[in-house]
């Protein structure tokens, strides 16, 4: 086990080296695939587009005829579906509409606006260039070009593309087997009727939430009370049925957080404490063949360290790569000072002024402070060696509409 507190790079290049969890895979219809995790490279069945195509309402003319004519005789006309093979004669157009199939010795189409229509003839008013307003066949996509690799997760982007390609069955990783505790003697199912030193259990909900993907098969296992022989009891016994048990709380150094005793007791911790601000507590080890996740108790830090951290490490065991949330750069609209040799994620509001994103810092930041992931718009990444903040020094923004 480390000595010291861990720098997120060190965890997450820990967490690159971790072996995927699931190999076996099934088939499945595309319509239940949102969310999956393809378990192989898919390759497109069709051309696509499968035929030449207009991508307009207008005329479809034959090449010889451009810049030498202005007025074409129009008696036939193709839409959309029809299957009609027709060859388009000198000195004639043939009316078609947008996806309709091109006439067979054609690959031009002057657009409906640019046309007047003078009975049975259109007449020109702007003579289109060689192939304008056409889709060619395979101009998109090329039959048996791979289109999607293995480890992709399936998503509203690439649906579409899959189902145009001629795919309705594809292979998917199983789905991986998450258990999660809470812990802690003083939580209590939400209510407005707390008593003593109470409190609602929150990080069950939150929890529940970030853990609704359709890679996941997921089960609350419970709350552990601070008792060392239940929380061992409970980890032995619930570690034989899942791929990773998470917990929240129980991990940091009190005298009633057991969780890294009964861990180190029945398998092992691979790291135990982070150098980053909300999440210190963080643990990371092994039963047997089921991974523990050991998160704080503040919901603060549950929440950010999963988004930041625990979420790209799942998708890797699940068989995709480990990619690490996206940010964009944002500057400090705040002064402040910061302990060195800790990154810390400090929430804040964004507003924007000249096109340029500003960082308010949010006035309330202990990981305790719920209402600060609620009210804030995201975090900014403040590496470990900064210890002044000024005005106009530029960030990493994670907006938490993308990172939850």
Not at 34 to 60: C, H, M, T
Not at 151 to 159: A, K, S
Not at 225 to 251: C, H, R, W
């Amino acid at each position: 086990m480390n000595k010291f507190p861990l720098t997120k790079k060190e965890i997450v290049d820990f967490f690159n080296k971790q072996k995927k969890l699931i190999s076996s895979s099934e088939i499945i219809d595309l319509k239940y695939s949102n969310g999956r995790i393809l378990a192989e490279d898919l390759k497109s069945q069709i051309n696509l587009p499968p035929f030449n195509n207009s991508a307009v309402d207008g005329y479809a003319l034959i090449r010889k005829d451009l810049n030498l004519k202005k007025i074409f005789t129009c008696k036939r006309r193709v839409a959309a579906g029809d299957d009609k093979k027709i060859v388009i004669k000198s000195g004639e157009a043939v009316r078609v509409f947008t996806g309709a199939k091109m006439p067979s010795n054609s690959s031009t189409v002057v657009m409906q606006e640019n046309v007047i229509i003078e009975g049975s003839k259109i007449r020109l008013l702007k003579i289109p260039l060689f192939g304008e307003n056409s889709r060619l066949k395979g101009e998109d996509i090329k039959k048996n070009k791979k289109i999607l690799l293995k480890g992709t997760i399936i998503n509203q982007q690439n649906l579409n593309l899959i189902a145009a390609t001629g795919i309705r069955k594809i292979k998917v990783y199983k789905k991986i087997k998450i258990g999660f505790f809470t812990s802690g003697n003083e939580l209590r199912r939400p209510t407005n009727k707390l008593k003593n030193s109470e409190i609602n259990n929150s990080n069950y909900y939150a929890l529940n939430a970030l853990l609704d993907k359709n890679y996941i098969t997921k089960k609350y296992l419970g709350n552990l009370k601070d008792n060392l022989k239940s929380v061992k009891n409970n980890l032995m016994n619930e570690s034989k049925k899942f791929n990773i048990i998470i917990t929240a709380g129980g991990a940091s150094v009190g005298d009633e957080d057991h969780l890294i005793k009964a861990l180190s007791s029945l398998g092992k911790i691979y790291f135990w404490r982070a150098a980053i601000k909300p999440g210190r507590p963080l643990a990371f080890g092994k039963i047997k063949k089921c991974y523990i996740v050991c998160l704080p108790g503040n919901p603060v830090s549950v929440q950010l360290l999963y988004a930041m951290l625990i979420k790209p490490l799942i998708l890797k065991l699940c068989g995709s790569v480990l990619k690490l949330p996206t940010s964009s750069k944002i500057y400090s609209n705040f002064k402040m000072r910061k302990k060195t040799k800790r990154m810390e994620w400090l929430r804040v509001t964004k507003t924007t002024k000249n096109k340029k994103d500003f960082a308010n810092k949010y006035p309330k930041q202990g990981s305790g402070m719920i209402s600060s992931i609620s009210y804030s718009n995201g975090i900014i990444e403040i590496g470990e060696e900064v210890s002044l903040i000024k005005k106009g020094d530029v960030f990493e923004f994670y907006d938490f509409d993308n990172l939850f």
